[in-house]
T-cell receptor
Framework: DTAVSQTPKYLVTQMGNDKSIKCEQNLGHDTMYWYKQDSKKFLKIMFSYNNKELIINETVPNRFSPKSPDKAHLNLHINSLELGDSAVYFC????????????FGNGTRLTVT | AQSVTQPDIHITVSEGASLELRCNYSYGATPYLFWYVQSPGQGLQLLLKYFSGDTLVQGIKGFEAEFKRSQSSFNLRKPSVHWSDAAEYFCAVVPFGNEKLTFGTGTRLTIIP
């Protein structure tokens, strides 16, 4: 029944590793996002995809690469993890044409040691 | 610069007391306006939204917000808070003609008995 689901919920890894976070929505929305929430709770948009096409790419390092195999999925792959990547990453989705509000997943807490 | 501001980082309120959380925006045209709540360790839940029309908007959990164009504000209110309202509250905007939901820095609400 979960509308926007992210896996894993927690991710602890060492610097230099490569990791992925997965996101799936079953709401039939056409647009999906990744947001990063830092230790001060500030939420910043990273990427947005509409029907598998990248439409927003904020100034995010190239080590972050989103991939959308279909409009229900938006995964985030991070190469060469750094300490500063530690944060909570939220996936969200929306039906852009209906101006509906974003629906958020419960977040993935990434800790880089 | 275009922005959304929440002036209060942390507010403490007694249970049963009234609450007002402030939100100001600076955009040329009236954006779409939202309030989200984040409970500890959870994702973001939409409380209410304003697109157009009646400037007093009712949301879930007994919250309401009033849009005041002259003050560029969208303050969140609740007449009587409950201990379960303790959370982080985010004001967010989607500028007119833009795709991007931009968040304020959040206000942490603490409820005391």
């Amino acid at each position: 029944d979960t509308a926007v689901s992210q896996t894993p919920k927690y991710l602890v890894t060492q610097m230099g590793n490569d990791k992925s976070i997965k996101c799936e929505q079953n709401l039939g929305h056409d647009t999906m996002y990744w947001y990063k929430q830092d230790s001060k709770k500030f939420l910043k948009i990273m990427f947005s995809y509409n029907n598998k096409e990248l439409i927003i790419n904020e100034t995010v390092p190239n080590r972050f690469s989103p991939k959308s195999p279909d409009k229900a999925h938006l995964n985030l792959h991070i190469n060469s993890l750094e300490l500063g990547d530690s944060a909570v990453y939220f996936c969200a989705s929306v039906d852009r044409d209906r101006n509906s509000p974003l629906h958020f997943g419960n977040g993935t807490r990434l800790t880089v040691t | 610069a275009q922005s959304v501001t929440q002036p209060d980082i942390h507010i403490t309120v007694s249970e049963g007391a009234s609450l007002e959380l402030r939100c100001n925006y600076s955009y040329g045209a009236t954006p779409y306006l939202f309030w989200y709540v984040q409970s500890p360790g959870q994702g973001l839940q939409l409380l209410l939204k304003y697109f157009s029309g009646d400037t007093l908007v009712q949301g879930i959990k007994g919250f309401e917000a009033e849009f005041k164009r002259s003050q560029s504000s969208f303050n969140l209110r609740k007449p009587s808070v409950h201990w379960s309202d303790a959370a982080e509250y985010f004001c967010a905007v989607v500028p007119f003609g833009n795709e991007k939901l931009t968040f304020g820095t959040g206000t942490r609400l603490t409820i005391i008995p």
